[in-house]
Protein backbone atom coordinates (compact mmCIF):
# COMPACT_ATOMS: atom_id res chain seq x y z
CA UNK A 1 0.00 0.00 0.00
CA UNK A 2 0.69 3.20 -1.34
CA UNK A 3 2.56 5.79 1.93
CA UNK A 4 0.07 8.23 0.73
CA UNK A 5 -2.84 6.02 0.88
CA UNK A 6 -1.91 4.66 3.97
CA UNK A 7 -1.93 8.23 5.44
CA UNK A 8 -5.67 8.65 4.25
CA UNK A 9 -6.59 5.36 5.74
CA UNK A 10 -5.04 6.75 8.73
CA UNK A 11 -6.71 10.05 8.49
CA UNK A 12 -9.65 8.73 8.33
CA UNK A 13 -9.73 5.93 10.87
CA UNK A 14 -8.36 8.82 13.63
CA UNK A 15 -11.68 10.92 12.39
CA UNK A 16 -13.90 7.65 12.75
CA UNK A 17 -12.32 7.29 16.28
CA UNK A 18 -12.48 10.72 17.23
CA UNK A 19 -16.81 10.93 16.39
CA UNK A 20 -17.14 7.18 18.08
CA UNK A 21 -15.12 8.76 20.74
CA UNK A 22 -16.97 12.51 21.11
CA UNK A 23 -20.26 10.45 20.90
CA UNK A 24 -20.09 8.32 23.85
CA UNK A 25 -18.66 10.91 26.01
CA UNK A 26 -20.44 13.85 25.55
CA UNK A 27 -23.01 15.17 28.40
CA UNK A 28 -22.13 11.73 29.83
CA UNK A 29 -23.21 13.67 32.81
CA UNK A 30 -26.86 14.25 31.48
CA UNK A 31 -27.80 11.47 29.05
CA UNK A 32 -29.20 8.81 30.37
CA UNK A 33 -30.58 10.93 32.50
CA UNK A 34 -30.08 8.83 35.63
CA UNK A 35 -27.62 6.12 37.14
CA UNK A 36 -30.12 2.65 36.69
CA UNK A 37 -29.78 1.07 40.03
CA UNK A 38 -27.92 -1.65 38.06
CA UNK A 39 -25.52 0.19 37.95
CA UNK A 40 -25.50 2.27 40.52
CA UNK A 41 -24.79 -1.35 42.71
CA UNK A 42 -21.68 -1.58 40.67
CA UNK A 43 -20.76 1.71 42.09
CA UNK A 44 -21.63 0.95 45.10
CA UNK A 45 -19.68 -2.71 45.01
CA UNK A 46 -16.48 -0.80 43.70
CA UNK A 47 -16.67 1.67 47.12
CA UNK A 48 -16.85 -1.10 48.66
CA UNK A 49 -13.90 -2.94 47.03
CA UNK A 50 -11.92 0.53 47.53
CA UNK A 51 -12.75 1.16 51.34
CA UNK A 52 -11.93 -2.95 52.01
CA UNK A 53 -9.27 -3.24 49.96
CA UNK A 54 -11.29 -6.41 48.66
CA UNK A 55 -11.42 -6.79 44.76
CA UNK A 56 -13.58 -9.85 43.84
CA UNK A 57 -13.23 -12.13 41.20
CA UNK A 58 -17.37 -12.54 41.39
CA UNK A 59 -19.46 -9.69 42.75
CA UNK A 60 -22.87 -12.22 44.52
CA UNK A 61 -25.76 -9.18 44.89
CA UNK A 62 -27.55 -8.56 41.74
CA UNK A 63 -27.78 -12.12 40.57
CA UNK A 64 -24.22 -12.09 40.56
CA UNK A 65 -21.68 -10.43 38.64
CA UNK A 66 -18.66 -11.48 37.34
CA UNK A 67 -15.92 -9.19 38.67
CA UNK A 68 -13.25 -7.53 36.01
CA UNK A 69 -15.36 -4.35 34.90
CA UNK A 70 -16.94 -3.35 38.71
CA UNK A 71 -12.95 -3.89 39.50
CA UNK A 72 -11.79 -1.54 36.70
CA UNK A 73 -14.98 0.44 37.71
CA UNK A 74 -13.33 0.99 41.22
CA UNK A 75 -10.12 2.13 39.76
CA UNK A 76 -11.69 4.81 37.63
CA UNK A 77 -14.07 5.91 41.50
CA UNK A 78 -11.05 6.07 43.36
CA UNK A 79 -9.64 8.46 40.76
CA UNK A 80 -12.04 11.07 40.16
CA UNK A 81 -14.35 10.29 42.93
CA UNK A 82 -18.38 8.76 42.67
CA UNK A 83 -19.88 10.33 39.68
CA UNK A 84 -21.62 9.30 36.99
CA UNK A 85 -18.44 9.73 34.48
CA UNK A 86 -16.33 7.48 36.54
CA UNK A 87 -18.96 4.94 36.64
CA UNK A 88 -19.07 5.13 32.87
CA UNK A 89 -15.43 5.58 32.03
CA UNK A 90 -14.82 1.99 30.93
CA UNK A 91 -17.91 1.47 29.09
CA UNK A 92 -16.43 4.68 27.01
CA UNK A 93 -13.48 3.48 26.66
CA UNK A 94 -14.24 0.12 25.81
CA UNK A 95 -17.10 1.00 23.60
CA UNK A 96 -14.59 3.13 21.87
CA UNK A 97 -12.04 0.50 21.56
CA UNK A 98 -14.29 -1.61 20.24
CA UNK A 99 -14.43 0.69 16.43
CA UNK A 100 -10.82 0.37 16.32
CA UNK A 101 -11.10 -3.39 16.96
CA UNK A 102 -13.92 -3.88 14.39
CA UNK A 103 -11.52 -1.99 11.71
CA UNK A 104 -8.71 -3.99 12.14
CA UNK A 105 -10.62 -7.19 12.44
CA UNK A 106 -12.94 -6.48 9.00
CA UNK A 107 -9.58 -5.68 7.81
CA UNK A 108 -7.89 -8.96 7.74
CA UNK A 109 -11.00 -10.78 7.35
CA UNK A 110 -11.11 -8.91 3.83
CA UNK A 111 -7.76 -8.13 3.77
CA UNK A 112 -9.22 -4.89 2.48
CA UNK A 113 -8.61 -1.37 4.56
CA UNK A 114 -11.44 0.57 3.18
CA UNK A 115 -13.84 -2.26 4.33
CA UNK A 116 -12.05 -1.83 8.03
CA UNK A 117 -12.91 1.61 7.16
CA UNK A 118 -16.60 0.89 6.41
CA UNK A 119 -17.38 -1.11 9.44
CA UNK A 120 -15.65 0.94 11.97
CA UNK A 121 -18.06 3.92 10.37
CA UNK A 122 -20.75 1.77 10.91
CA UNK A 123 -20.29 0.68 15.02
CA UNK A 124 -19.10 4.54 15.32
CA UNK A 125 -22.40 5.98 14.38
CA UNK A 126 -24.81 2.90 15.53
CA UNK A 127 -26.95 3.77 18.41
CA UNK A 128 -27.04 0.19 19.64
CA UNK A 129 -22.90 0.73 20.23
CA UNK A 130 -23.46 4.27 21.46
CA UNK A 131 -26.03 3.55 23.82
CA UNK A 132 -23.68 0.72 25.83
CA UNK A 133 -21.12 2.73 25.36
CA UNK A 134 -22.81 4.89 27.60
CA UNK A 135 -24.21 2.79 30.15
CA UNK A 136 -22.16 1.09 32.81
CA UNK A 137 -22.49 -2.60 32.02
CA UNK A 138 -20.05 -5.11 32.22
CA UNK A 139 -21.83 -6.38 28.85
CA UNK A 140 -19.67 -3.88 26.54
CA UNK A 141 -16.74 -5.38 27.26
CA UNK A 142 -18.10 -8.42 25.02
CA UNK A 143 -17.42 -6.90 21.83
CA UNK A 144 -14.40 -5.40 22.69
CA UNK A 145 -12.82 -8.89 23.41
CA UNK A 146 -14.29 -10.57 20.75
CA UNK A 147 -12.69 -7.95 18.31
CA UNK A 148 -9.59 -8.22 19.24
CA UNK A 149 -9.15 -11.72 20.31
CA UNK A 150 -10.41 -12.60 16.84
CA UNK A 151 -7.88 -10.20 15.27
CA UNK A 152 -5.03 -11.42 15.80
CA UNK A 153 -6.43 -15.44 15.97
CA UNK A 154 -7.09 -14.41 12.06
CA UNK A 155 -3.93 -12.45 12.18
CA UNK A 156 -2.08 -15.23 13.33
CA UNK A 157 -3.30 -18.19 10.92
CA UNK A 158 -1.93 -15.63 7.99
CA UNK A 159 1.40 -14.39 9.81
CA UNK A 160 1.75 -17.90 11.61
CA UNK A 161 3.73 -16.03 14.15
CA UNK A 162 3.19 -17.57 17.24
CA UNK A 163 3.51 -13.83 19.57
CA UNK A 164 -0.09 -13.48 17.53
CA UNK A 165 -1.98 -16.42 19.27
CA UNK A 166 -0.81 -15.82 22.43
CA UNK A 167 -2.33 -12.35 22.36
CA UNK A 168 -5.45 -13.48 20.92
CA UNK A 169 -5.74 -16.61 24.05
CA UNK A 170 -4.42 -14.20 26.38
CA UNK A 171 -7.57 -11.55 25.53
CA UNK A 172 -9.66 -14.38 24.94
CA UNK A 173 -9.32 -15.82 27.85
CA UNK A 174 -10.51 -12.50 29.61
CA UNK A 175 -13.97 -12.96 28.23
CA UNK A 176 -15.33 -15.14 31.23
CA UNK A 177 -14.36 -12.74 33.25
CA UNK A 178 -17.01 -10.47 31.79
CA UNK A 179 -20.53 -10.80 30.86
CA UNK A 180 -22.43 -14.48 30.87
CA UNK A 181 -23.49 -14.17 27.77
CA UNK A 182 -19.35 -14.38 26.50
CA UNK A 183 -19.34 -18.07 27.60
CA UNK A 184 -21.30 -19.56 24.46
CA UNK A 185 -18.45 -17.87 22.36
CA UNK A 186 -16.22 -20.87 22.23
CA UNK A 187 -18.69 -22.29 19.34
CA UNK A 188 -17.32 -19.67 17.20
CA UNK A 189 -13.61 -21.26 17.87
CA UNK A 190 -15.68 -24.71 17.15
CA UNK A 191 -17.15 -23.85 14.08
CA UNK A 192 -14.15 -21.94 13.10
CA UNK A 193 -11.45 -25.01 14.02
CA UNK A 194 -13.71 -27.72 12.43
CA UNK A 195 -13.40 -25.31 8.94
CA UNK A 196 -9.70 -24.94 8.98
CA UNK A 197 -9.80 -28.48 9.19
CA UNK A 198 -11.39 -29.19 6.11
CA UNK A 199 -10.18 -25.73 4.11
CA UNK A 200 -6.28 -26.02 4.71
CA UNK A 201 -4.48 -29.29 3.78
CA UNK A 202 -2.12 -30.30 6.76
CA UNK A 203 -4.05 -27.74 8.80
CA UNK A 204 -3.23 -29.65 12.72
CA UNK A 205 0.34 -30.62 11.43
CA UNK A 206 1.22 -27.13 10.50
CA UNK A 207 -0.87 -25.17 12.86
CA UNK A 208 -0.53 -27.44 16.17
CA UNK A 209 1.55 -25.25 18.25
CA UNK A 210 -0.33 -22.20 17.17
CA UNK A 211 -3.44 -23.81 18.58
CA UNK A 212 -1.55 -24.94 21.77
CA UNK A 213 -0.02 -21.79 22.96
CA UNK A 214 -3.66 -19.94 21.86
CA UNK A 215 -5.57 -22.50 24.36
CA UNK A 216 -2.39 -22.09 26.87
CA UNK A 217 -2.56 -18.31 26.74
CA UNK A 218 -6.69 -18.68 27.15
CA UNK A 219 -6.70 -20.90 29.55
CA UNK A 220 -3.61 -18.77 31.75
CA UNK A 221 -6.16 -15.81 31.50
CA UNK A 222 -9.25 -17.33 32.14
CA UNK A 223 -7.58 -19.22 35.56
CA UNK A 224 -8.93 -17.68 38.36
CA UNK A 225 -12.44 -17.05 37.28
CA UNK A 226 -12.75 -20.92 36.29
CA UNK A 227 -11.40 -21.89 39.53
CA UNK A 228 -13.78 -20.02 41.20
CA UNK A 229 -17.08 -21.07 39.15
CA UNK A 230 -15.91 -25.02 39.16
CA UNK A 231 -13.90 -25.65 42.05
CA UNK A 232 -14.78 -22.48 44.61
CA UNK A 233 -17.99 -21.67 44.32
CA UNK A 234 -19.99 -23.34 41.74
CA UNK A 235 -22.42 -21.29 42.63
CA UNK A 236 -21.71 -18.83 41.10
CA UNK A 237 -21.76 -20.34 37.48
CA UNK A 238 -25.42 -21.37 38.03
CA UNK A 239 -26.37 -17.54 38.43
CA UNK A 240 -30.32 -16.79 37.02
CA UNK A 241 -29.74 -18.45 33.73
CA UNK A 242 -32.38 -21.14 34.70
CA UNK A 243 -34.99 -19.38 36.09
CA UNK A 244 -35.47 -17.57 32.45
CA UNK A 245 -33.96 -20.66 30.06
CA UNK A 246 -36.89 -21.74 27.31
CA UNK A 247 -35.36 -24.97 27.65
CA UNK A 248 -36.96 -25.39 31.20
CA UNK A 249 -40.52 -26.91 31.25
CA UNK A 250 -41.54 -24.27 33.83
CA UNK A 251 -40.63 -21.50 30.94
CA UNK A 252 -41.51 -23.13 28.13
CA UNK A 253 -44.84 -24.73 29.00
CA UNK A 254 -44.26 -27.77 27.46
CA UNK A 255 -44.02 -26.24 24.14
CA UNK A 256 -40.50 -26.45 23.57
CA UNK A 257 -40.24 -26.20 20.02
CA UNK A 258 -42.88 -23.61 19.32
CA UNK A 259 -41.70 -21.11 21.91
CA UNK A 260 -37.83 -21.79 20.18
CA UNK A 261 -39.14 -20.36 16.88
CA UNK A 262 -40.77 -17.27 18.37
CA UNK A 263 -37.78 -16.43 20.93
CA UNK A 264 -35.21 -17.32 17.80
CA UNK A 265 -37.40 -15.32 15.62
CA UNK A 266 -37.66 -12.42 17.52
CA UNK A 267 -33.96 -12.40 17.94
CA UNK A 268 -33.03 -12.00 13.76
CA UNK A 269 -36.00 -9.61 13.23
CA UNK A 270 -34.77 -7.11 15.93
CA UNK A 271 -31.76 -5.94 13.79
CA UNK A 272 -34.51 -4.64 10.85
CA UNK A 273 -38.35 -4.79 11.80
CA UNK A 274 -38.90 -4.06 15.79
CA UNK A 275 -35.80 -3.90 18.39
CA UNK A 276 -35.96 -4.10 22.33
CA UNK A 277 -38.59 -2.53 23.32
CA UNK A 278 -36.92 -1.62 26.49
CA UNK A 279 -35.69 2.31 26.19
CA UNK A 280 -32.47 1.33 28.53
CA UNK A 281 -31.51 -0.96 25.49
CA UNK A 282 -33.02 0.63 22.43
CA UNK A 283 -35.08 3.33 21.14
CA UNK A 284 -38.46 1.37 20.85
CA UNK A 285 -39.83 0.44 19.25
CA UNK A 286 -37.72 1.01 16.43
CA UNK A 287 -34.98 -1.59 14.69
CA UNK A 288 -31.29 -2.26 16.28
CA UNK A 289 -29.93 -0.75 12.99
CA UNK A 290 -30.88 2.30 11.00
CA UNK A 291 -32.43 1.43 7.96
CA UNK A 292 -29.79 1.46 5.64
CA UNK A 293 -27.10 -0.91 7.76
CA UNK A 294 -30.21 -2.96 8.61
CA UNK A 295 -30.77 -3.52 4.77
CA UNK A 296 -27.55 -4.08 4.40
CA UNK A 297 -27.01 -6.42 6.78
CA UNK A 298 -29.91 -8.79 5.93
CA UNK A 299 -28.27 -8.81 2.27
CA UNK A 300 -24.87 -9.78 3.60
CA UNK A 301 -26.28 -12.37 6.00
CA UNK A 302 -28.06 -14.10 2.97
CA UNK A 303 -24.56 -13.88 1.23
CA UNK A 304 -22.55 -15.07 3.69
CA UNK A 305 -25.09 -18.01 4.14
CA UNK A 306 -25.31 -19.32 0.59
CA UNK A 307 -21.98 -18.66 -0.25
CA UNK A 308 -21.15 -21.07 3.26
CA UNK A 309 -23.52 -23.40 1.89
CA UNK A 310 -21.84 -23.29 -1.87
CA UNK A 311 -18.22 -23.28 -0.48
CA UNK A 312 -19.06 -26.13 1.72
CA UNK A 313 -20.41 -28.42 -1.13
CA UNK A 314 -17.87 -27.95 -3.22
CA UNK A 315 -15.40 -29.04 -0.66
CA UNK A 316 -17.09 -31.89 0.30
CA UNK A 317 -18.45 -32.94 -3.16
CA UNK A 318 -15.56 -31.99 -5.57
CA UNK A 319 -12.09 -31.46 -3.08
CA UNK A 320 -12.15 -27.98 -3.63
CA UNK A 321 -10.38 -26.09 -0.74
CA UNK A 322 -11.12 -22.42 -0.52
CA UNK A 323 -10.04 -20.55 2.64
CA UNK A 324 -12.55 -17.89 2.19
CA UNK A 325 -15.02 -20.81 3.52
CA UNK A 326 -13.22 -20.30 6.82
CA UNK A 327 -14.46 -16.05 7.00
CA UNK A 328 -18.05 -17.32 5.77
CA UNK A 329 -18.77 -19.80 8.53
CA UNK A 330 -16.46 -17.49 11.15
CA UNK A 331 -19.20 -14.89 10.73
CA UNK A 332 -22.24 -17.31 10.47
CA UNK A 333 -21.06 -19.30 13.77
CA UNK A 334 -20.23 -15.68 15.80
CA UNK A 335 -23.61 -14.78 14.76
CA UNK A 336 -25.38 -17.68 16.00
CA UNK A 337 -23.09 -18.58 18.76
CA UNK A 338 -23.86 -15.03 20.17
CA UNK A 339 -27.77 -14.53 19.92
CA UNK A 340 -27.92 -18.19 22.02
CA UNK A 341 -28.13 -15.92 24.77
CA UNK A 342 -31.30 -13.93 23.87
CA UNK A 343 -32.95 -17.12 22.20
CA UNK A 344 -32.82 -19.62 25.12
CA UNK A 345 -34.23 -17.18 27.21
CA UNK A 346 -37.39 -16.14 27.57
CA UNK A 347 -37.65 -12.91 29.26
CA UNK A 348 -36.88 -9.01 27.50
CA UNK A 349 -37.52 -11.05 24.21
CA UNK A 350 -36.12 -9.09 21.72
CA UNK A 351 -33.26 -8.46 24.14
CA UNK A 352 -30.72 -6.00 22.57
CA UNK A 353 -28.22 -6.60 25.77
CA UNK A 354 -28.31 -10.37 25.74
CA UNK A 355 -27.34 -10.43 22.07
CA UNK A 356 -24.76 -7.89 22.41
CA UNK A 357 -21.80 -9.77 21.39
CA UNK A 358 -23.90 -10.03 17.92
CA UNK A 359 -22.43 -6.44 17.59
CA UNK A 360 -19.33 -6.80 15.70
CA UNK A 361 -20.63 -10.02 13.48
CA UNK A 362 -23.53 -7.79 12.49
CA UNK A 363 -21.69 -5.08 11.75
CA UNK A 364 -19.02 -7.00 9.78
CA UNK A 365 -21.47 -9.00 7.96
CA UNK A 366 -22.92 -5.31 6.97
CA UNK A 367 -20.15 -4.23 4.95
CA UNK A 368 -20.59 -6.72 2.36
CA UNK A 369 -23.05 -5.23 0.47
CA UNK A 370 -21.15 -1.76 0.61
CA UNK A 371 -17.64 -3.67 -0.80
CA UNK A 372 -19.55 -5.11 -3.50
CA UNK A 373 -21.04 -1.99 -4.64
CA UNK A 374 -17.13 -0.55 -4.31
CA UNK A 375 -15.50 -3.31 -6.43
CA UNK A 376 -18.12 -2.99 -9.14
CA UNK A 377 -18.06 0.56 -9.19
CA UNK A 378 -15.33 1.48 -11.61
CA UNK A 379 -17.16 -0.96 -14.13
CA UNK A 380 -20.46 0.99 -14.18
CA UNK A 381 -20.91 3.38 -16.73
CA UNK A 382 -20.27 7.13 -16.33
CA UNK A 383 -23.92 8.45 -15.36
CA UNK A 384 -24.39 5.38 -13.20
CA UNK A 385 -21.32 6.46 -11.36
CA UNK A 386 -22.17 9.19 -10.94
CA UNK A 387 -25.47 8.15 -9.39
CA UNK A 388 -23.45 5.64 -7.03
CA UNK A 389 -21.66 8.13 -5.92
CA UNK A 390 -24.32 10.32 -4.61
CA UNK A 391 -26.56 7.69 -3.26
CA UNK A 392 -23.59 6.18 -1.52
CA UNK A 393 -22.20 10.31 -0.35
CA UNK A 394 -26.18 10.36 0.56
CA UNK A 395 -26.07 6.92 2.52
CA UNK A 396 -22.99 7.56 4.71
CA UNK A 397 -24.24 11.04 5.46
CA UNK A 398 -27.55 9.35 6.35
CA UNK A 399 -25.97 6.56 8.87
CA UNK A 400 -23.68 9.80 10.55
CA UNK A 401 -26.74 11.55 11.54
CA UNK A 402 -29.76 8.87 11.84
CA UNK A 403 -28.48 7.18 14.86
CA UNK A 404 -26.70 10.31 17.15
CA UNK A 405 -29.44 12.84 16.10
CA UNK A 406 -31.78 9.51 17.69
CA UNK A 407 -29.93 9.47 20.67
CA UNK A 408 -29.30 12.80 22.00
CA UNK A 409 -32.24 14.41 20.45
CA UNK A 410 -35.31 12.31 20.96
CA UNK A 411 -33.88 9.58 22.86
CA UNK A 412 -32.28 12.48 25.71
CA UNK A 413 -35.51 14.60 25.93
CA UNK A 414 -37.96 11.75 26.00
CA UNK A 415 -39.97 11.25 29.66
CA UNK A 416 -40.05 7.65 29.49
CA UNK A 417 -35.98 7.64 29.09
CA UNK A 418 -36.13 9.71 32.38
CA UNK A 419 -38.40 7.17 33.71
CA UNK A 420 -36.44 3.69 33.06
CA UNK A 421 -33.35 5.07 33.93
CA UNK A 422 -35.18 6.43 37.15
CA UNK A 423 -34.25 9.96 36.76
CA UNK A 424 -36.10 10.85 39.85
CA UNK A 425 -33.40 8.97 41.84
CA UNK A 426 -30.55 11.33 40.99
CA UNK A 427 -32.61 14.28 41.68
CA UNK A 428 -33.10 13.12 44.82
CA UNK A 429 -29.34 12.41 45.07
CA UNK A 430 -29.18 16.68 44.28
CA UNK A 431 -31.66 17.68 46.50
CA UNK A 432 -29.65 15.47 49.55
CA UNK A 433 -26.98 17.51 48.99
CA UNK A 434 -28.40 21.01 49.63
CA UNK A 435 -29.14 19.63 52.93
CA UNK A 436 -27.21 21.10 56.07
CA UNK A 437 -25.15 18.07 57.04
CA UNK A 438 -26.06 18.26 60.72
CA UNK A 439 -29.81 17.76 59.83
CA UNK A 440 -31.41 13.96 59.83
CA UNK A 441 -32.41 12.53 56.00
CA UNK A 442 -34.87 9.79 56.30
CA UNK A 443 -35.49 8.32 52.42
CA UNK A 444 -37.89 6.22 51.93
CA UNK A 445 -37.31 3.86 49.52
CA UNK A 446 -36.60 0.10 48.09
CA UNK A 447 -33.36 -1.65 48.01
CA UNK A 448 -32.42 -1.22 44.69
CA UNK A 449 -34.23 2.31 43.99
CA UNK A 450 -31.77 3.68 47.34
CA UNK A 451 -28.30 2.11 45.38
CA UNK A 452 -28.05 5.36 42.99
CA UNK A 453 -28.74 7.84 45.97
CA UNK A 454 -26.01 5.95 47.81
CA UNK A 455 -23.37 5.37 45.17
CA UNK A 456 -23.60 9.28 44.73
CA UNK A 457 -23.22 10.58 48.23
CA UNK A 458 -21.10 8.08 50.30
CA UNK A 459 -20.02 10.02 52.30
CA UNK A 460 -23.37 12.92 53.58
CA UNK A 461 -24.01 12.13 57.24
CA UNK A 462 -27.07 11.98 59.27
CA UNK A 463 -28.35 9.85 55.75
CA UNK A 464 -30.57 7.12 57.03
CA UNK A 465 -32.35 4.72 54.81
CA UNK A 466 -35.83 2.59 55.66
CA UNK A 467 -38.00 0.62 53.37
CA UNK A 468 -41.71 1.48 53.23
CA UNK A 469 -43.26 -0.73 55.56
CA UNK A 470 -40.13 0.46 58.23
CA UNK A 471 -41.63 4.20 58.78
CA UNK A 472 -43.01 3.07 62.27
CA UNK A 473 -39.27 2.95 63.89
CA UNK A 474 -38.64 6.54 62.94
CA UNK A 475 -37.45 8.17 65.75
CA UNK A 476 -35.21 11.55 64.90
CA UNK A 477 -34.07 13.28 67.86
CA UNK A 478 -35.90 16.68 66.44
CA UNK A 479 -38.57 16.29 64.13
CA UNK A 480 -39.04 19.32 63.29
CA UNK A 481 -35.68 19.38 61.60
CA UNK A 482 -35.74 16.31 60.24
CA UNK A 483 -36.61 15.79 56.19
CA UNK A 484 -38.28 12.63 54.97
CA UNK A 485 -37.83 11.78 51.37
CA UNK A 486 -39.44 9.59 49.45
CA UNK A 487 -38.53 8.27 45.98
CA UNK A 488 -41.72 6.82 45.37
CA UNK A 489 -45.50 7.67 46.27
CA UNK A 490 -46.01 5.13 48.95
CA UNK A 491 -49.03 6.92 50.34
CA UNK A 492 -49.37 4.39 53.36
CA UNK A 493 -45.57 5.23 54.52
CA UNK A 494 -46.65 9.24 53.71
CA UNK A 495 -50.29 9.25 55.47
CA UNK A 496 -48.46 7.46 58.62
CA UNK A 497 -45.42 10.16 58.72
CA UNK A 498 -47.82 13.33 58.26
CA UNK A 499 -50.22 12.25 60.95
CA UNK A 500 -47.38 11.64 63.53
CA UNK A 501 -45.45 14.78 62.79
CA UNK A 502 -48.44 16.94 61.53
CA UNK A 503 -46.54 19.95 62.04
CA UNK A 504 -44.50 19.04 58.62
CA UNK A 505 -45.25 19.93 55.19
CA UNK A 506 -46.01 17.74 52.82
CA UNK A 507 -44.59 18.75 48.99
CA UNK A 508 -44.30 16.54 45.73
CA UNK A 509 -41.46 17.54 43.61
CA UNK A 510 -41.78 16.95 39.79
CA UNK A 511 -40.13 18.35 37.20
CA UNK A 512 -40.66 19.24 33.30
CA UNK A 513 -40.06 15.25 32.77
CA UNK A 514 -41.83 14.12 35.17
CA UNK A 515 -39.28 12.65 37.67
CA UNK A 516 -41.04 12.98 41.30
CA UNK A 517 -40.67 12.49 44.46
CA UNK A 518 -41.90 13.46 47.79
CA UNK A 519 -40.89 15.21 51.26
CA UNK A 520 -41.77 15.94 54.47
CA UNK A 521 -40.49 18.49 56.38
CA UNK A 522 -40.46 21.84 58.74
Do not use: C
Request: glycine content about 6%; overall charge positive; cysteine-free.
Amino acid sequence: MKIKQKNIIFGLLLAILIAAFALRVTNIKNIPAGIYPDEAQNGVDAQLANSTGEYKLFYESNNGREGLFINLQALSIKTFGPTEFALKLWSIIFGTLTVLGVFLLTSELFQNKVAGLVGAYLIAFSYWAINFSRIGFRAIMVPFLLSFSFYFLFKGLRTRKLHDFIIAGLIYGLGVHTYIAFRVSPLVLVALFASLIITRKNFLANYWKHVAVFSAAMFIAAAPMLLDFFVWNPQHYASRTSEVSILSPEVNQGHLASSLAKTFGLSVQKYFIMGDLNMRHNYAPYALLNPITGVAFLIGLIYVASKALHLFWLRIRKGVRDEKLDVYIFLLAWFIALLIPEFLANEGNPHALRSIGTLPAVIIISVIPFMWILKKYNSFGHGFRIFIFSTMIAAFAFIALADPIKYFFYFANSPKQHEVFDANLRVVSDYIRGIPQGQEKYIITGSMQRLPIKYLNPTISNTFYLYPGEVESISPSNPDSAVFIFTGADWDAINYLRTKYSTLTFQEHRNSFGDTFYTLKK
